[in-house]
């Protein structure tokens, strides 16, 4: 059973700095898309970025951003680790949200919230103005 545990969210004013983490487990990990998505209050989900792994013994690792959060966010994986990372820099009242990590098996990034079977239940983020 595929489980992904985010962690690391919490109350950060604008301009400041949150690293969250996405454990995964019952997966095999490096075959897997790692994606960030958001919800606002009142608003759809939306991507946020994602992480190709591995097709065989070739490793990808090249990541996409949204473009509201390209040059301000970093996707990485910890491949021995099984987790996912999303450091927030220059975070602004615009990114308050709960964030999900989602994993897709497979190289294809897709940005839709429907084409990621896996979600974690989420994480917080609250940035203050």
């Known amino acids: 059973q595929v489980q992904l545990v985010e962690s690391g969210g919490g109350l950060v004013q604008a301009g400041g700095s949150l690293r969250l983490s996405c454990a995964a487990s019952g997966l095999p990990f490096n075959s897997y898309t790692m994606s960030w998505f958001r919800q606002a209050p009142g608003k759809e989900r939306e991507f946020v970025a994602a992480?190709?792994?591995?097709?065989?013994?070739?490793?990808?690792?090249?990541?996409y951003y949204a473009d509201s959060v390209k040059g301000r966010f970093t996707i990485s994986r910890d491949n021995a680790k099984n987790t996912v990372y999303l450091q927030m820099d220059s975070l602004k009242p615009e990114d308050t949200a709960v964030y999900y990590c989602a994993a897709r098996f497979g190289t294809i990034v897709t940005t839709t919230p429907s084409g990621m079977p896996h979600w974690g239940k989420g994480t917080l983020v609250t940035v203050s103005s």
């Open positions: 992480i190709r792994g591995s097709v065989g013994s070739t490793y990808y690792g090249d990541s």
